[in-house]
C-alpha cells in the first residue's frame, strides 16, 4: 500500500482470507493515477516542509522541497500538486499550487471542500463574456411567438433566504368535464432561451451539473446575471418562462395539460411562512397587505388538498423526517441549528411542482423522445430480506412482498407511527429503498409511486431540468433535439463513458446494444447523477467541519439524545438541542459484553440485557472532537431509566426489585453492578488519591 494513493485505480490480486473468512489482496499494479491536487497543512519539522494531507485516506505527508513552498508559510492550508508519486521506499514529492490561507479563516471550510471534491467553482473566461454580453431586460425580440401572462397574478412562494427563484403558481377555479376542478399554471423559469446548446455557457452548466449549497454561500450553476438577474422570476418585472398548464378534477387528478412557452410578470414574492399565516388567518395582518392575492392563495390551497389525496390514493411513501438549518454569524461560526419546519405552503409548492414534472415526463414519454427520467427504483432483494427479518424482529405484523408497492411501505409507516420505535422502524423503511438517478431508460419512481416522472423544475440550479425543457421546446416545434458532441477525452463526459460497459441493464430488459444516441443520454444522465452526489458530499463534509468546530466549544458539557443507529462498534446519538450526532464507543457502554443485532440494528448486553436501539434515550457528555476527520465522540452520562427498566422486565425481575423483596426507585442503570458508567476524569482522581491513601495507611501496620 506504500506505493498507492485514494483514488488510485489498481488491479489487485487476492492472496489469501483472514481469521474472519474476508479476502486479503496485493496492489499487483496501478492502473490509473487521476491529477488531483491534495489539500492540506503546511509544516516544518526539522527543518524538513511537508504537507499533512487534510483528507486522512491518503495516509501518507506529501514531501515540499525547498524551493517548490511558494509564498506559504507554516501552518497554513495550501494546494499541492504531485511532482512525484509514492513509492515502496519514498513518500510522494509535490510543490504548493494554491494557497488557502490560516485554517480557522471565514469559509475556509468551504475553500477546503470544493478543491476536495472537485467542484467547478471558477466560471471560464468565455462564458463570463458571454453572460455580460446578455441583455438586462426582456427585449421585444424575446416575446415574438410567446403566450403574454404578464396579467395573470402568477406570484412566487420560497424561504426567506432564497435568491434565485426558479418557480411561479397560480390557480383558479374551473370546470373539469362535468364536475368542478381548478386551473393550475406552473410557471418555470426559461433558461433555455438563453443558454444555448454547446455554447460557453452550456459548457460551464454541463460541467457544473447542480449548484452547491453550502451555509452561506451558493456555488451556482450558472453566473449571477442569469441565476439572480435574467432568468430569476423577481417581482414585479417581465421574465420568460415555460408554463405547464394542467386541469386538475376534484379528485386531484390531472385531466388534461399542454407546455408553451410565456412572458409573466410575477405579482409578488411570497415567502412558505408568510403563506402559511395567510392559510391560517384569512384576516390576519398578512392576509390583509396581500388583501388582492388572497383568494388566489385559498385556490392553491384548495388544489393542493385534491392533490394531497390524490397522492394517499396512489400510495405514494411520505415519511416525516427532521431537515436542520445552520444558522451562521458573519464570520461563519454556528449560532445555532435549528430544524426546519414544514407547513401547508411548503406542501403546496411541493405538490404542484411534483404535478408538473409528472406532465413533462408524460409528454417526453408519448412523444417517444428521448430524455433524462428521475428514476427511483424499489428496494433489492437483499434489502427486502434484511427488512423483513427486522420487523418480524420488532413485532410488527405487516411486511413486504416480492414485488413490493410504494403503498406497503407507507402503510407500514401509518401503522407504527404511533409506537415508540416509530423513528427507528421508518428510518429503517428509507434505508431499504435505493437512491433516484437520471437515467433515459424510464423504470418509473418508487417512492412517488408515479410510472413516469423527471425534473423539469428548476433549470436555475439542475442541468437535467434545462435539458427537459429543451426536449418539450422540440417536441413542440416538431424537430427532434440531440445533444452536444461529446466532450474531449479527459473530461466528465468521456470518464462516464468507461462507465456504461460494466452497467448491467434491468431484468425485464434483453440485453442489447445500445446506439450512439442511447449510449449519449445515458453519460449526460450518470454524469449528473455523479455531480448531484459531489454536492451532496461536499455539503455535508462542510457541516460536519462546521459542528465540529461548533462543538469543540461545548466539550465536557452533558446533553439528552436520542440514537440513531446502532453498530458493531458502537452507537450514534444525536442530540436534542442541537442536532448535531456522534458516536458513543462500545467501550464507552459500560463494563460488560455487548453484542449488536442485525435484524434488530441495535446493541445488547449479555448479562443485564440492556438494549441500546434506534430510538433509545440516552445523556452523554461530549469527550472528543477531531476536527480534522470530522468525528464527534461522546461518553455515556446516564442511560435512560427506560432502558433498565426493559431490561430488567426481560431478565424478568421486577423493576426497582432488591434482595430482599422491597422496592427503590430506579435513578440510572448504574445503580445495577453489571452496567457501570465510565467514571469522570474528576471522580477518577479522587479515587485514585483515596486508593493510595489506604496502602499508605495499611503499610505502616506492624506486622504480627
Known amino acids: 500500500m506504500r506505493a498507492v494513493l485514494h483514488k488510485d485505480r489498481v488491479k489487485v490480486r487476492v492472496v489469501r482470507q483472514d481469521r474472519r473468512g474476508r479476502p486479503e489482496g496485493r496492489v499487483v499494479e496501478i492502473v490509473e493515477r487521476p491529477e488531483q491536487p491534495i489539500i492540506g497543512r503546511l509544516l516544518q519539522e526539522s527543518g524538513v516542509w511537508l504537507v499533512a494531507p487534510e483528507d486522512k485516506r491518503y495516509g501518507q505527508d506529501v514531501l515540499i522541497p525547498k524551493g517548490a513552498t511558494g509564498p506559504a508559510k507554516p501552518g497554513e492550508v495550501v494546494v499541492v500538486e504531485l511532482t512525484e508519486p509514492p513509492s515502496l521506499y519514498g513518500q510522494p514529492v509535490g510543490r504548493v499550487k494554491e494557497v488557502l490561507g490560516q485554517v480557522d479563516d471565514p469559509g475556509m471550510e468551504i475553500e477546503i471542500a470544493v478543491r476536495k471534491y472537485g467542484v467547478p467553482h471558477e466560471f471560464s473566461a468565455a462564458c463570463i463574456a458571454q453572460a455580460r454580453a446578455l441583455p438586462d431586460k426582456v427585449r421585444a425580440a424575446d416575446r ?54 454547446g455554447s460557453a ?3 460551464d452548466a454541463y460541467d457544473r451539473a447542480t449548484s452547491v449549497y453550502f451555509p452561506r454561500r451558493v456555488i451556482p450553476m450558472l453566473p449571477e446575471k442569469l441565476s439572480n438577474g435574467l432568468c430569476s422570476l423577481n417581482p414585479e418585472v417581465e421574465r420568460l418562462c415555460m408554463v405547464c398548464d394542467m386541469l386538475v378534477t376534484a379528485k386531484g387528478e390531472v385531466h388534461a395539460y399542454q407546455f408553451y412557452p410565456a412572458v409573466m410578470w ?7 411562512t408568510e403563506v402559511a399565516a395567510i392559510l391560517a388567518n384569512t384576516r390576519g395582518p398578512e392576509a390583509v ?27 405514494a411513501i411520505d415519511f416525516d423526517t427532521v431537515e436542520t438549518q445552520i444558522v451562521c454569524d458573519e464570520n461563519g461560526r454556528i449560532e445555532k441549528i435549528v430544524p426546519r419546519v414544514r407547513n401547508d405552503a411548503h406542501r403546496l409548492i411541493e405538490e404542484a411542482m411534483l404535478a408538473a414534472n409528472v406532465c413533462s415526463a408524460d409528454f417526453i414519454a408519448q412523444s417517444k423522445h428521448p430524455g433524462l427520467y428521475r428514476v427511483h427504483e424499489g428496494p433489492t432483494p437483499e434489502k427486502k430480506e434484511i427488512l423483513r427479518n427486522y420487523l418480524r424482529a420488532v413485532g410488527v405484523n405487516l411486511t413486504v412482498s416480492d414485488e413490493p408497492s410504494p403503498g406497503e411501505f407507507q402503510a407500514i409507516a401509518q401503522a407504527t407511527k404511533e409506537r415508540p420505535d416509530a423513528q427507528q422502524i421508518h428510518s429503517m423503511l428509507l434505508r431499504s429503498m435505493q437512491q433516484a438517478i437520471y437515467t433515459p431508460i424510464n423504470s418509473g419512481h418508487f417512492g412517488l409511486a408515479y410510472e413516469a416522472y423527471t425534473h423539469f423544475t428548476s433549470p436555475i440550479r439542475r442541468y437535467p431540468d434545462l435539458l427537459v425543457h429543451r ?7 416538431h424537430r427532434k433535439y440531440e445533444l452536444p458532441a461529446l466532450p474531449t477525452p479527459g473530461e466528465a463526459h468521456a470518464k462516464l463513458a468507461r462507465r456504461l460497459a460494466s452497467r448491467v441493464p434491468a431484468p ?19 454524469h449528473c447523477s455523479a455531480n448531484e452526489r459531489r454536492a451532496d458530499e461536499a455539503s455535508r463534509d462542510v457541516e460536519a467541519w462546521l459542528k465540529c468546530k461548533y462543538m469543540r466549544e461545548h466539550l465536557g458539557e452533558e446533553y439528552g439524545g436520542v440514537v440513531t443507529a446502532a453498530t458493531s462498534f458502537g452507537i450514534f446519538v444525536t442530540l436534542d438541542a442541537m442536532y448535531v450526532e456522534g458516536l458513543v464507543h462500545i467501550t464507552e457502554l459500560g463494563g460488560e ?24 434515550r440516552v445523556r452523554v457528555q461530549v469527550s472528543r472532537v477531531d476536527l480534522d476527520g470530522r468525528k464527534i465522540d461522546f461518553r455515556l452520562v446516564r442511560d435512560g431509566d427506560e432502558l433498565l427498566v426493559r431490561a430488567m422486565k426481560d431478565k424478568g425481575a421486577a423493576p426497582g426489585a432488591t434482595k430482599t423483596g422491597t422496592r427503590r426507585a430506579v435513578k440510572a442503570p448504574r445503580a445495577e453492578p453489571d452496567v457501570r458508567a465510565p467514571r469522570s476524569p474528576i471522580e477518577a482522581i479522587k479515587a485514585s488519591v483515596k ?3 489506604s496502602k499508605k495507611k495499611s503499610s505502616k501496620r506492624p506486622r504480627r
Open 691 to 693: 486508593k493510595a491513601a
Open 201 to 203: 455557457l452550456d459548457i
Open 266 to 272: 410575477s405579482h409578488a414574492r411570497f415567502t412558505y
Open 508 to 526: 425485464t430488459q434483453k440485453p442489447k446494444k445500445a446506439s450512439a444516441e442511447q449510449q449519449a443520454w445515458q453519460a449526460a444522465g450518470l
Open 593 to 616: 459484553y455487548f453484542k449488536f443485532d442485525e435484524a434488530r440494528q441495535e446493541l445488547r448486553g449479555e448479562r443485564t440485557g440492556i438494549r441500546y436501539a434506534v430510538g433509545s
Open 144 to 197: 415574438k411567438q410567446r403566450v403574454d401572462l404578464t396579467d395573470v397574478p402568477l406570484v412566487t412562494i420560497d424561504g426567506e433566504d432564497a435568491r434565485d427563484f426558479d418557480d411561479a403558481v397560480y390557480c383558479e377555479p374551473a370546470r373539469v368535464g362535468r364536475g368542478k376542478g381548478w386551473r393550475l399554471l406552473v410557471a418555470i423559469a426559461d433558461v433555455s432561451h438563453y443558454v444555448e446548446t
Open 471 to 477: 426536449v418539450i421546446k422540440a417536441i413542440l416545434a
Open 289 to 315: 397587505r396581500r388583501k388582492d392575492l388572497v383568494p388566489h392563495l385559498i385556490n392553491l390551497h384548495d388544489v393542493y388538498r385534491a392533490l394531497l389525496a390524490a397522492r394517499g390514493q396512489r400510495g
